[in-house]
């Protein structure tokens, strides 16, 4: 299906995300300009399998970008890549180029400029957000993204399974310690201990 008006992606954000924000607003801008530098016109059609979406913080903005890309989490589309940015990076796998995009600090002092008269913050950027242009909202830098094979969607191997907990491993995470072939929480890079 082809692209959406603004109006249309806010109300899928809305339901997708469970309120309407500026952040919401900020992220559609961001994917669709995204896909308009890449040239990809139908991104959960036609285009949906040569898209990736790398996201870099795990804010409201992150949630209304797989409503424009269809790029999800369980389809291995989405990457999320903890810098604390308010930046995102849609890669063109068929092309192999990628764009990166990064909210401009200076939007929200643009916001505050062109509304003045709507004291809540949010609501004066969520009318600034809608109107401004590309340009005044986004930073753009094209890049370059090494996706590894067993990175790209649709990767295919036999698990491994770790030697130390027994526990199944997908896409190529386990490592080789001494020898032994463990998971990452095995090989000391856990983000729990058990109790
Ligand atoms: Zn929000
Ligand atoms: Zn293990």
């Not at 916001?111 to 969520?126: S, T, W």
């Amino acid at each position: 299906m082809p692209l959406k008006s603004l109006a249309e992606y806010e109300q899928l954000a809305e339901q997708a995300h469970g309120h309407l924000c500026a952040g919401q607003i900020l992220g559609i801008r961001m994917a669709v300009y995204g896909l308009k530098l890449l040239g990809l016109a139908d991104p959960t059609g036609a285009d949906r399998k040569r898209l990736v979406t790398f996201v870099e913080i795990d804010r409201c903005v992150t949630d209304a970008i797989p409503v424009v890309t269809g790029c999800r989490l369980g389809k291995r589309a989405l990457k999320f890549r903890d810098f604390g940015k308010v930046a995102a990076t849609f890669c063109d796998l068929e092309r192999d180029r990628a764009v990166r995009i990064l909210a401009r600090e200076s939007a929200r002092a643009r916001a505050r400029e062109l509304y003045p008269e709507i004291p809540n913050g949010n609501q004066q950027q969520m009318r600034a957000y809608r109107e401004l242009a590309d340009e005044e909202l986004f930073a753009v830098q094209w890049v370059h993204v090494a996706l590894a094979p067993e990175d790209i969607p649709g990767y295919k191997a036999p698990r491994a399974v770790c030697a130390q907990c027994g526990e199944a491993i997908s896409f190529r995470r386990e490592v080789v310690r001494d020898r032994r072939t463990v998971c990452r929480a095995c090989a000391g890079q856990s983000y729990y201990t058990p109790l």
